[in-house]
Structure formats: structure tokens, C-alpha cells
């Protein structure tokens, strides 16, 4: 699941962000100072960062400044209330990925972040092998220890989200949304239900109920 960390001072813009972006595909972490930006950054990995370049206790470009030069390569959006071109510019050449100016629509922002996590997600195989499977969702061929499994489409998308996420807890909104293009109108059971159709046809396989929560293909089972 992607992580986003946002620096905005500004605690309504931040709210509003936040629940634009946040959701079963995604979380947020907030601050609202480059101090508190500071250690949450010290302590934990994102997937993307969004600064806001104003802040009461400094720049969040100078805080990129100083990450960049440390080597870190996270993708950065920074956003300002400076329209001039040479702020861009200067956004730019600090290390930002892209520049978002004040006003903005939570629409365009959201497609922006969108964009950049695209850009930097790891490309996934199209063929695994994990725990005597063999998974070749190009050819659509499914096998354990040389036997074939016969998959609907509906069990194929359960299966490669669990396997290309595995080690990781899935939300059960997030399998809904993912496996039936929504999930809107899907009757929640129907996951349950497809869950214990993939389990009886891998035979073993560890997809592992987190009551609660969803499921997760465990790693080393």
C-alpha cells in the first residue's frame, strides 16, 4: 500500500488533502512544520512526499534540499502560493518532481499523485514461483508442482493482488474495489466466498484470513 507524507500548515488545505487522497489503496501521514517533518521522515519510508513550500519554522524546499542531498530520491510535489516562474524553477532544479500552484483543484492534485506513484512503482513479473506454484499471469497459466489450476478471472485478480502484495495485510475494501472494478455494488460476502474458492483450488496455499482487516498471502508459509 502506498505511502504519501504531507507537510501542510495550513490545517482545513491539510484535512481536505488528506481525505482526497487517503483511502484502502493508500494512507497519509500529516505534519504541519519542517521540525515535525523532520522526524517523521527520519523514521519511516514513503512512497511519496508533498510539501508545502511556506511553513511557520521554515522552507518545505529547503527540507528537500537537504533530503535530495542525502541521497534520498523519493518522489516530491511541492506546493506553494508562488506563481512566478522562477519559483517553479527553482522547485525544480531543487528536486521536486512536479509543482502544484495555489489554488488548486483536489482533482488535478490527486491525478498528479497518481502519476507519480505510476511512475515509481517496481514493475512486477508477469511470472512467479512461490511455495511450489508457478503463476504466469500473461499466459494465464496456473500450476502447482507441475499440475494446472483452473482460475476464473474473478479468482486470477484475487490471486495476483494477494501474490504481489504478499507479506501485506489487503483491506477487504481494497479487494472489493480492485477485483470488481469498484466494488460499489458487489455484496461483501462475494469476496469471502471467492477467497474460499482460490483457497480449495491452490490446496495449502497461505492466504491467511486477518480477522477484521482482510488477507494476506504470507511470506515463508
Known amino acids: 500500500m ?26 497519509v501521514t500529516q505534519a504541519d512544520s519542517v521540525a515535525r517533518a523532520r522526524e517523521a ?5 514513503f512512497d511519496l512526499w508533498i510539501f508545502d513550500i511556506n511553513l511557520p519554522d521554515g522552507s518545505g524546499l529547503t527540507l528537500l534540499r537537504a533530503l535530495r542531498q542525502s541521497g534520498d530520491r523519493t518522489p516530491a510535489i511541492l506546493l506553494t502560493a508562488n506563481d512566478l516562474e522562477l519559483d517553479e ?25 497518481n502519476a507519480q506513484l505510476r511512475r515509481s512503482a517496481p514493475v512486477q513479473p508477469q511470472r512467479l514461483e512461490l511455495d511450489g506454484f508457478t503463476f504466469d499471469f500473461a499466459r494465464l497459466e496456473f500450476a502447482r508442482d507441475g499440475v494446472p489450476i483452473d482460475l476464473s478471472k474473478t479468482e486470477q485478480r484475487l490471486l495476483r493482488l494477494l501474490v504481489e502484495n504478499r507479506g501485506r495485510t489487503l483491506p477487504r475494501e481494497l479487494l472489493l474495489e480492485r477485483v470488481w472494478d469498484g466494488g460499489a455494488f458487489v455484496d461483501e460476502n462475494a469476496l469471502s466466498v471467492a477467497v474460499g474458492r482460490l483457497r480449495a483450488k491452490l490446496g495449502g496455499a497461505p492466504i491467511r484470513t486477518v480477522y477484521g482487516v482482510g488477507y494476506t498471502w504470507e511470506v515463508g508459509k
Request: proline share 5%; hydrophobic share 50%.
Open 2 to 27: 502506498p505511502q504519501i507524507f504531507l507537510l501542510e500548515d495550513d490545517a482545513a488545505l491539510g484535512r481536505g488533502i488528506a481525505l482526497a487522497l487517503s483511502g484502502p489503496e493508500r494512507a
Open 41 to 45: 521522515l527520519a523514521g519511516a519510508r
Open 89 to 113: 524553477v527553482a522547485g525544480l532544479e531543487a528536486g521536486a518532481d512536479d509543482y502544484i500552484t495555489k489554488p488548486f483543484s483536489l482533482a488535478v492534485l490527486r491525478a498528479r499523485v
